[in-house]
């Protein structure tokens, strides 16, 4: 849905840079066992939203088209007493591939990094302890019922045969144990399976500029959110 607009939450990037390619948000998620977590602002209207999070892999930066963007939405409702409805862009206009932030290389000692998209609103706070802040998520699988059908009834065995009486010139008689077929019940198992709630899916714009073929072992990211009105 390239009508949604956005409004900029919670950002991070550089976090030091006394030598290149420094630390970045993207290196403190990965520290805090790819968890974060964002705190909506009380002032926020109540209502239907998009949440956008987004992590740009800067490693190839510094030459147009370098940067990589892997964006992430999901459905959102906002509740409480808030009334402001901040204004808005459009994920396709959040940046383009000449923007500071997104041409940017990383490879130098630096003091600052803009991150891109627009400005955090007013009442935007970041959540500074993050070491601790993963919420484990938590379910009880259930078992199915099964949809095994049930064994099928076993077939009677046939009457034995009498063997032929001799004849004149008496040959050997061959006579055969009464044929008997036993067919094995069919029994399906089902696995357990974890029961889940998900939020419904969501789509987004997402920008994402073609790779580079430069390769470094260690991507240096940073990561903004911003969210998007659901309007009827």
């Given at each position: ?24 948000g993207s290196d403190l998620l ?95 706070s970041p959540i500074t302890e ?103």
């Open positions: 849905m390239t009508s949604l607009e956005f409004f900029k939450i919670s950002e991070v990037g550089l976090v030091d840079g006394a030598s290149g390619p420094g630390t970045y990965i520290a805090n066992g790819n968890g974060w977590m964002v705190k909506i602002p009380d002032n926020i209207a109540p209502g239907q939203y998009v949440l956008r999070h987004e992590i740009i892999a800067l490693h190839s930066g510094g030459q147009e088209n370098g940067a990589q963007n892997y964006p992430q939405c999901i459905n959102l409702e906002i509740t409480g007493s808030g009334s402001e409805t901040p204004a808005g862009v459009r994920g396709t206009e959040l940046y383009s591939a000449s923007d500071d932030g997104i041409l940017f290389n990383i490879y130098t000692p630096l003091d600052s990094y803009p991150v891109p998209g627009p400005a955090l609103i007013a009442g935007a993050q070491s601790a802040s993963a919420a484990a998520s938590t379910g009880t699988p259930t078992t199915g019922a099964g949809s095994g059908s049930p064994p099928p009834a076993p077939t009677d065995a046939p009457a034995p045969t009498s063997a032929p009486a001799p004849t004149s010139a008496p040959a050997p008689s061959s006579s055969s144990a009464p044929a008997t077929t036993a067919i094995a019940p069919s029994t399906t198992s089902v696995a357990p399976q974890p029961t889940s709630t998900a939020a419904p899916p969501a789509t987004c714009a997402a920008k994402k500029s073609k790779r580079s073929k430069k390769v470094r072992r260690h991507a240096r990211d940073v990561k903004s959110r911003n969210v998007a009105p659901i309007r009827a």
